[in-house]
């Protein structure tokens, strides 16, 4: 998180301007076996933003450390 919001900012909005989305929100929570994500994202479309997502050519999409 934060590479994207800090030095990747600009493609990590791009991202979510390409997959329609209109909020997101990311919440760490405790859990019974450590911490859980919960990320939800409010888009028009749902296929059309996984079908975005899934070929994206953005390089902060591949990259598992961001």
């Known amino acids: 998180m934060q ?3 800090g ?3 600009e493609e990590a909005l791009a ?3 390409d997959e329609g989305c209109r909020h997101e929100r990311a919440y ?3 859990g019974a076996n450590g911490p859980v994500l919960v990320y939800v ?3 028009s479309e749902v ?3 996984k ?3 899934e ?3 953005h390089p902060i999409d591949a990259d598992d450390n961001v």
């Open 3 to 5: 590479q994207a919001n």
């Open 7 to 9: 030095p990747r900012r």
């Open 15 to 17: 991202t979510l301007v």
């Open 28 to 30: 760490l929570m405790d």
């Open 41 to 43: 994202m409010e888009v």
């Open 47 to 49: 296929d059309h933003s």
């Open 51 to 53: 079908r975005v997502a």
């Open 55 to 57: 070929a994206s050519p």
